[in-house]
DNA sequence: CGGCAGTTTGATGCCCGTCAATAGTGGTGG
DNA sequence: CCACCACTATTGACGGGCATCAAACTGCCG
């Protein structure tokens, strides 16, 4: 079989986007190939409250949406993964919300939001995807604040982490399996809302309990899964079910 | 003009939610007038992961959106107020992300989400208004993310009155105004994630400095817009246009 | 080797949670 | 009308978790 231009290590993009519909998904092609880019690790490609122009879909290294304060400070609102569909629209729908930069480096497919609107309102079955990757969203977040709001220091990153390997890692949230994070602490802080350092003394503490290791710039074994479920305070399969988009 | 039968105090339904086109807007009225119901403060509607039955759609009084955690703290991820529509659904699209109940009276249309997005598919026009309201939750989620994160007492209430008068009131944020917001110190609390004690300690503070005043059950009236405005670190038109969704 | 970005650890202080007690406020029944 | 109740608001005292400042330590790349 050949590689399509668009495909990356014999891995197609169809792996990742299926619409349910040749026609849909001939098209969907078509748009990846012609928008498709490479951006380089820190490169901001859009900034919250100036003309939104392109919906993002990574298909290599991670994505943030975030928003900066007054002090200089940034809350990362979501990460973007390979597969995800993230469009930065707000209500009035032509200016964002939030500022988007690559985490790593990165190859994804910038869709100018008009074409996108113009192909979800052909093709029909792509909206199935839209409406799961939407509803999807939606279920991180409110997750994200319950522990924003009032939980501890442990439980955000414990939780974090389960999110991230959860949507990281198609073989899903088991114990003792390397996952790569290409996160920073100070990264990693700015997702849970603390500074780096106490994600360092809290992280360090969770790898001297032996609930997991990790090394350099986050990777991550997990040891005991249960612990760290229970720090998360989550159950895998249900917080699987709430956050990751299904396939059918 | 005779009042239609879901109409309220000679404020018809069509005031809240217009999808541009008469067969649209007639499906609709019927969908409503079918599905209308009243509930008491504090009833619960939906809990979090059970099956997503409905589609939220309140004319008279406003609802929350919230997560409660292990020990029993509750978590408001959002309130979804008159002319809003709400869909509690997660990723695997059967299952709420999270519980939804009364905040104070309300009268509402609780739509069966099949029905719901039968309508949708039938009725092209209305995806707009759809795509509009989810993007304007977007917005709400991702400013108070910002704030949840790494802001003071002070900045996230400010934030969490300028937020709720803005959409409370269709005059918009205007000093000297007096809001109504149907909330305790203790929700409010819940809200920003702070709790009651430091909500008074806060609020009682902008009070004695003459930004706003209060009294009772929220009845909010602001003074001195400005010095709110950079409490809360936003530009009041800025974020009308983030999260309020433009009716064209 | 030096330089840089990230990690690690210690010391200090403040913001906000918790506990506790008092004072309103509205609703209900006598 | 008043007594009583539940609920909310208000204020004080105290302690802990996390931010901040600062200083080594590590690994990587030129």
Redesign the interface.
Same mark, same amino acid.
């Given at each position: 079989m050949e590689h399509a231009p668009w495909s990356k290590n014999g891995h197609p993009v169809a792996a990742y986007w299926n619409m349910g519909c040749p026609n849909a998904n001939a098209a969907f092609a078509e748009l990846i190939r012609v928008s498709r880019r490479d951006m380089r690790a820190r490169c901001v490609m859009q900034l919250a409250?100036e003309r939104a122009r392109h919906v993002f879909l990574p298909f290599a290294g991670w994505l943030v949406?975030a928003?900066v304060?007054?002090d200089g400070?940034r809350?990362i609102?979501d990460f973007v993964l390979p597969g995800d569909v993230f469009?930065p629209?707000?209500?009035?729908?032509a200016?964002a919300?939030?500022d988007v930069a690559a985490v790593d480096n990165v190859q994804l497919a910038m869709i100018p939001r008009k074409a996108w609107h113009g192909y979800l309102?052909t093709h029909?079955a792509a909206w199935a995807l839209s409406?799961?990757q939407? /509803? &999807?969203?939606?279920?991180r977040?409110?997750?994200?604040?319950?522990r924003?709001?009032?939980?501890s220091a442990e439980t955000r990153i414990a939780y974090a982490i389960c999110e991230l390997c959860l949507r990281a890692d198609p073989f899903g949230l088991v114990a003792d399996r390397a996952f790569h994070l290409p996160l920073t602490q100070q990264v990693l802080g700015?997702y849970?809302?603390l500074s780096s350092v106490h994600v360092n003394r809290t992280i360090r503490a969770m790898a001297r309990a032996g609930v997991l290791d990790y090394h350099g710039q986050l990777e991550v074994i997990i040891h005991d899964l249960a612990a760290l479920a229970a720090m998360a305070?989550i159950d895998p399969a249900?917080l699987r /079910? &709430?956050?990751?988009?299904?396939p059918g």
């Open positions: 409250s949406a928003k304060d007054p400070a809350q609102v469009d629209a707000t209500a009035s729908t200016i919300a939030v309102e029909h409406v799961r939407t /509803a &999807a969203g939606y279920g977040m409110a997750e994200r604040m319950l924003l709001g009032k939980s700015e849970v809302g305070q249900e /079910a &709430a956050i990751i988009p299904s």
